[in-house]
């Protein structure tokens, strides 16, 4: 196979890579409450930047000196990108509780029943005020890069694999440079493509929008407590 060809095909399984389902679920946490699109995209590139940082800098050491990662340490790995997961989904649950989001249903004088969420979150001062009182100095791209950086140690063991296709330890540097231009390709544009209903959530149906942050929250606790029950056993 042309290097050249083998660059490209690392970029593809770069892009392919992002769409795995616990990556997936760790970006969703981090766009929970922040769904500028600008800042959901960038994150989702800080997330690619990190795990190719992290893949570049462990494989390129354990490639210089002929050395690879154990089934073990592996496992270990996984295990934290499990607990991460579950930090990140335990997070986002409890934002919900500080703000006091919950859903009511009641029922008009017509008969007609609606629905609707609200927070009683505190504050010292008026609604109106509040209802225009927007932060954004904080958009989570130290976050984002860690997040990044966890997932990329998990996967240097699978990336030392794909770069064993390579005849160089230059040319292994250059695929992995490639699968991590792929995932941060992958990333920026789901986060791009995610970003359109998650304004819209927020826009047009908070009860919905309520809803689905839980449903985020929940779905990175039970990704990450699978990745603990699968890596649990090789550990122990």
Known sequence: MEYY??????????MQHALEADHLAAVATMSVGQTSRKAVMLRGGIWGLGHTITLLSVCGILLFFGEGISPQIESLLEFFVGIMLILLG????????????HIHFHQHQDGVTHIHAHSHSSSNSTDTQDSHRHEHTNIGLKRALLIGMVHGAAGSAGMLVLAAAANSIGNALGLIIAFGTGSIIGMTALSLVASYPLRALESDT????LI?????????????????????????
């Open 5 to 14: 060809t083998l660059l490209l095909l690392g970029c593809i399984v770069g």
């Open 212 to 236: 689905t942050t839980a449903s985020i929250g929940c779905i990175a606790l039970i990704i990450g407590s699978i990745r603990l029950l699968e890596n649990w056993s090789a550990l122990s």
């Open 206 to 209: 908070r009860w919905l929008n």
């Open 90 to 101: 335990v997070n986002v649950l409890t934002s919900i509780w500080k703000r006091k989001l």
